[in-house]
């Protein structure tokens, strides 16, 4: 298993290019199975879990090439509606094919997905508004058979505004007859990118960004070329790492409207934001001020992705400071390995109370889940000394060689990877 090696206490400084959002790649790159031919998607990161549904596709019949961040896809070979155990396993996001292959081939066989360990995670909100639309449903197990000859649209109220639950009955509400209403849809940016990219499709979908979607159910879609929305949660990450080692840098490639909450936290934290078009300037000399309280809730209100990064931030400021995570039960799991290097978090329930200290120390960390690692990297930044962060497999999920793009910045930040036993040479 990989490591990062940092050596802390040095500033960040420089200009970065934000990768694409995986957040939005993932499902884009799902929905194009609802189209039968060549689609070009730009701006998508080389992640792990890029990978894994590229592997998925390619494992249903497409053929799919990633070049630079440019995924070409050729969804006509398509053949099979079963996503395998072992490949629905490697990650979450693998839900997000149950939608179009219901649509495409009028049934499906998932598993129940992998993915981090954050929570519970369940799928009864995709489940019943497929249902919604007229699916028949058979679980037996962690297996999950779906069947309808033709969907047609229906009103589907969601009792929570999951991302996943909507990104899915909106892909799935494309191709049915009639109407489709969403109502207490999420609002997140990378649910109005999908519609974006639907309708550049030829589908007909409207309200993404707003509580209500509607779709009107369309007979077919045609290819398109269409490019990615920029990462808000690694841009909001390197914002947190500028401010925590008390740097100066420049993001490029930044939508400031997705981070309104994120800066506003910054903000009265001490930190200097300026935002000019799609460039935002990060700059921290001082010791950063605690937070009372920050909630994470559904957007636009603080992102849960970004709870375990700025909770470093805190656990450097001089005050106490209250970080609520209302979306996941599992998500505080970062505390225990910031507590190795010196942080005072103590937990209560679904509340951390951060006292912080003046300086962190480095350690060897694990990382539990992508953004808890994303943390204990930021953490290793500012702390003291030298930090390893263990199973960095979690991290290379949501951002494209963290080491590179925080090297570009003067970070001191290696990756040791394991020496493959053939190339051990025994005397
Ligand atoms: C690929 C992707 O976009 N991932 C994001 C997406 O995950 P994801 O789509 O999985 O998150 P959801 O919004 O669905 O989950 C939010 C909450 O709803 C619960 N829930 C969800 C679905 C369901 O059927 N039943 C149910 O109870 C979940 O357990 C969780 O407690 O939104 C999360 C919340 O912003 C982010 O942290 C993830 O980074
Ligand atoms: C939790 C996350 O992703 P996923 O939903 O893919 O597990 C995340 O991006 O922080």
Do not use: W
């Not at 159910?217 to 269409?226: F, S």
């Amino acid at each position: 298993m990989d490591k990062l090696v940092i050596e802390g206490g040095k500033p960040l400084s420089g200009t970065i290019v934000i990768q694409g959002a995986k957040n939005a790649a993932l499902p884009i790159l799902a929905a194009s199975l609802l189209v039968d031919g060549k689609v070009t998607i730009d701006h998508v990161p080389r992640l792990l879990d890029i990978d894994v549904m590229l592997n998925i596709l390619r494992d249903l019949g497409c053929r799919a090439e990633h070049t630079g961040e440019t995924v070409m896809l050729d969804t006509s070979g398509a053949n099979s509606s079963h996503v395998p155990e072992a490949l629905m396993r490697q990650m979450r996001s693998s839900i997000f094919l149950m939608g179009p292959l219901l649509a495409r081939f009028g049934e499906v066989t998932i598993y129940q997905p992998g993915g981090c360990a954050i929570g519970e995670r369940k799928i009864d909100l995709h489940l019943q508004g497929l249902i919604a639309l007229g699916a028949q449903i058979e679980e037996e197990g962690s297996r999950i058979i779906c069947y309808s000859k033709r969907l047609r649209g229906a009103e589907v109220h969601l009792d929570f505004p999951s991302v996943g639950a909507t990104e899915n009955i909106m892909m799935a509400a494309v191709l049915a007859e009639g109407f489709t209403t969403i109502s207490n849809a999420a609002r997140e940016p990378e649910i109005q990118d999908l519609q974006r990219f639907l309708n550049t499709m030829g589908a007909k979908i409207i309200g993404a960004g707003t509580d209500t979607i509607t779709i009107e159910g369309v007979e077919r879609l045609t290819p398109c070329r269409y490019q990615v929305i920029p990462d808000r949660i690694v841009t909001g990450t390197v914002m947190v790492a500028a401010a925590a080692t008390r740097g100066q840098v420049t993001l490029q490639n930044t939508n400031p409207a997705h981070l309104t909450s994120l800066i506003h936290v910054l903000r009265r934290a001490g930190v200097q934001i300026t935002v000019d078009g799609d460039i935002i300037k990060v700059g921290s000399a001082i010791r950063p001020k605690a937070i009372d309280r920050i909630v994470t809730s559904p957007y636009p209100a603080f992102p849960t992705d970004l709870q375990s990064q700025v909770m470093v931030l805190l656990a450097l400021a001089d005050g106490v400071s209250i970080m609520k995570e209302t979306i996941f039960e599992g998500r505080f799991k970062h505390v225990d390995e910031l507590s190795r290097m010196g942080a005072d978090i103590r937990v209560d329930l679904n509340a951390a109370i951060v006292r912080g200290v003046p300086r962190l120390y480095g350690a060897t960390v694990e990382a539990t889940d992508l953004r808890a690692g994303a943390a204990l990297v930021i953490a290793g930044l500012a702390a003291h000394g030298k930090t390893v962060v263990e199973q960095v497999h979690h991290i290379d999920r949501g951002y494209a060689r963290i080491e590179s793009m925080l090297g570009r910045l003067g970070a001191r930040i290696k990756r040791h990877s394991p020496v493959p036993n053939d190339s051990i040479i025994i005397p």
